[in-house]
């Protein structure tokens, strides 16, 4: 059974830093590329970050760029996200996915591309 469990979350003022965990279980961390997406109240999910599962490739989006970094530590099986220079906007429930599509990390963008969720942890940042 495969697990995705992310930790990390919490409530920052803004312009602080979080750093978010996703510990995987179940399948071969290795293998699979990872990605973070989040979802504020009322808005849909959208994609934060994205990593190969080598590490050699990365994709961010826009509103986070420059601000964060995705990194993955495959003999731990789990992937972070770093966020800094957070704002009141970043808050959302995170979650971390497992995608095994072949493909640039690009495509990793869009949800549909990945096979296993997580959770989800809450990160509140105050003004």
């Known amino acids: 059974q495969v697990q995705l469990v992310e930790s990390g979350g919490g409530l920052v003022q803004a312009g602080g830093s979080l750093r978010l965990s996703c510990a995987a279980s179940?399948?071969?961390?290795?293998?699979?590329?990872m990605g973070w997406f989040r979802q504020a109240p009322g808005k849909e999910r959208e994609f934060v970050a994205a990593?190969?599962?080598?590490?050699?490739?990365?994709y961010f989006a826009h509103s986070v760029k420059g601000r964060c970094t995705i990194s993955r530590d495959n003999a731990k099986n789990t992937v972070y996200l770093q966020m800094n220079s957070l704002k009141p906007e970043d808050t959302a429930v995170y979650y971390c996915a497992a995608s095994n599509a072949p493909g640039p990390i690009g495509l990793r963008s869009t949800s549909e591309w990945y096979n296993y969720w997580g959770q989800g942890t809450q990160v509140t940042v105050s003004s």
């Open positions: 990593i190969s599962w080598s590490s050699g490739s990365t």
């Open positions: 179940g399948l071969t961390f290795s293998s699979y590329a």
